[in-house]
């Protein structure tokens, strides 16, 4: 889905342990280095959730999450 496409459907907020296969209606960034683990429109994976979940044990600021929940596309 293109990135228009999830940012102007609706959108669920959904547990992070709840989200593979969803596609992401927010970008989640990881600072520092401030990059991208996904952006709207791209399918959340496995991997990117490990990803999130270890930075966020590390103490990294991660944007696009809010108490381990994410928007999804509905």
Sequence with gaps: MNIFEAKAGEETQISLTDCKGKVSSTMVCLYPPGAPIIVPGEEI?????????????????VTGIDNKTIFVVN
Excluded: S
Aim: aromatic share 0%.
């Design 45 to 61: 994976t496995e991997e990117a959730i490990e990803i999130i979940n270890e930075a966020m044990a590390k103490g990294l600021h």
